[in-house]
């Protein structure tokens, strides 16, 4: 039965995909409503979805950009870790600080700068998640606790906003004694009657909540930011519980008292200055310009 055989045409070779006349990166897709975006749109509504709300993360040049008027003066900014227990896991901490460097631009997971907000001078500390999920170590603590004293001395107010994953595992108990540092600091600034704001963005989780990320004057959460000390998926496996919807998130702490106030970031500067002058920051400038020669 040869003539019944079967004949194999052969397959056709597949057709070339036309490039793409659209360049890649003119648009991103929200996690919140899953709509696609407009960069450009983006950059006007300062990260936020117009859509749905849902908060970008910004890194901490950007959101330095969002709250001061204009140009500012940044310090510390050559402080790097030195790697103090030569720590080596899964990758060497010195190659994660270079990563982090080259992908940040940054020597660190901080920024430290001061600038006018609204008109009113101020010291700001803005976390960099990027950089190694905004840890805090050494360098972090160090460069937080000097811009607390120079507000101290300038007498200005103060704003942190955090957003980390909390101590440094790397730097070990050296990371842990920042808390400790930082919150005498800010005791020192309270002493003062200086101002502190704490601007808690996505996420804001471990030691640094734990410490001075919960103890501003005026604690202030973007929408539906992570704030806690251990994560839901640990507390669910520790307690063998089914957490309550919106657990940690900032609707939920302002719910339970932890928070002062959940602020869009479109509103965020206009709400922080209008509370440093509730506060006299207002004041204090008029003050600092009187005793100056």
Known sequence: MAWFKKT????????????S????????????????????????TLNVCPKCGHHFRLGAAERLRTLFDAAWTEYDKDLVSTDP?????????????????????LRDAVIVASGAIDGIETMVAAMEYEFIGGSMGVVVGEKIARAIERAIGARMPVVIVCCSGGARMMEGALSLMQMAKICAALARLDRERLPYIAVLTDP?????????????????????????????????QTIRQKLPDGFQRSEFLMEKGMLDLVVDRRELKATIASALRFMGAGALATQSEAVSP
């Open 204 to 236: 804001t989780t471990g030691g640094v909540t734990a410490s001075f990320a919960m103890l501003g004057d005026l604690n202030i959460a973007e929408p539906k930011a992570l704030i806690g000390f251990a994560g839901p998926r640990v507390i669910e």
């Open 85 to 105: 227990l030569s720590f080596t896991d899964t990758k060497p901490y010195r190659a994660r600080l270079k990563a982090g460097m080259e992908g940040t631009g």
């Open 21 to 44: 006349r659209v360049p890649e990166g003119l648009w991103v897709k929200c996690p919140g409503c899953a709509q696609a975006i407009y960069n450009k749109d983006l950059v006007t």
């Open 8 to 19: 194999r045409k052969p397959m056709a070779a597949p057709a070339k995909e036309k490039p």
